[in-house]
Antibody, heavy 116, light 107 residues
Framework: EVQLVESGGGLVQPGGSLRLSCAASGFTFTNYWMTWVRQAPGKGLEWVANINKDGSEENYVDSVKGRFTISRDNARKLFYLQMNSLRVEDTAVYYCAKEDWSIPDWGQGTLVTVSS | ENVLTQSPGTLSVSPGERATLSCRAS???????LAWYQQKPGQAPRLLIY???RRATGIPDRFSGSGSGTDFTLTISRLEPEDFAVYYC????????FGQGTKVEIK
């Protein structure tokens, strides 16, 4: 069974930083791109970033380019989202997910709140 | 960026009735890389349909997807109580975008 477990969310001030982690199990981690999707309170889904199987390619939505960095550790089956220069509008539940072109498997999400 | 527009915003339907949800893309969706997801309050989204018309594992056959190019449809043939939720379309080409969602509520 595929399991994706996020951690690292919390309350941070505007301009601050946070690193989200996602622990993966139940599948061959190195065979899949991984992705982060977020959902602001009461709003829809927004794709944030993804990373290819060996970590050599990253893609980002324009609103986070230059501020967020996605990475992965294939030996430990972990992947990350480093979030810097956080803004109030980054407040959301962040989901880690396994891609198979579409997104068949999701974690339960971790809440990031950016507020002073 | 390929913008996806879903309609209607809210659909009021009685249990047992048919629901038809629309997703229109601002540019053609390559290779029909179009998916539909269901999300219930407090839960992660669940993949229903990929490749515009292929049901994901374990999805009941009352859910069906159709369309190509820029116009796509999700049909729920007979609504069950557990189907009342928010539905999102997504194009998953090189970059991924979601529609804004359609809420299916009990009439």
């Amino acid at each position: 069974e595929v399991q994706l477990v996020e951690s690292g969310g919390g309350l941070v001030q505007p301009g601050g930083s946070l690193r989200l982690s996602c622990a993966a199990s139940g599948f061959t981690f190195t065979n899949y791109w991984m992705t982060w999707v977020r959902q602001a309170p009461g709003k829809g889904l927004e794709w944030v970033a993804n990373i290819n199987k060996d970590g050599s390619e990253e893609n980002y939505v324009d609103s986070v380019k230059g501020r967020f960095t996605i990475s992965r550790d294939n030996a430990r089956k972990l992947f990350y989202l480093q979030m810097n220069s956080l803004r109030v509008e980054d407040t959301a539940v962040y989901y880690c997910a396994k891609e198979d072109w579409s997104i068949p498997d999701w974690g339960q999400g971790t809440l990031v709140t950016v507020s002073s | 960026e390929n913008v996806l527009t879903q309609s209607p915003g809210t659909l009021s339907v009685s249990p047992g009735e048919r629901a038809t949800l629309s997703c229109r893309a601002s540019q053609s969706v390559s290779s029909n890389y179009l998916a539909w997801y269901q999300q219930k309050p407090g839960q992660a989204p669940r993949l229903l349909i990929y490749g515009a018309s292929r049901r994901a594992t374990g999805i009941p056959d009352r859910f069906s997807g159709s369309g190509s190019g820029t116009d796509f449809t999700l049909t729920i043939s007979r609504l069950e109580p557990e189907d009342f939720a928010v539905y999102y379309c997504q194009q998953y080409g090189y970059f991924k975008t979601f529609g804004q969602g359609t809420k299916v509520e009990i009439k």
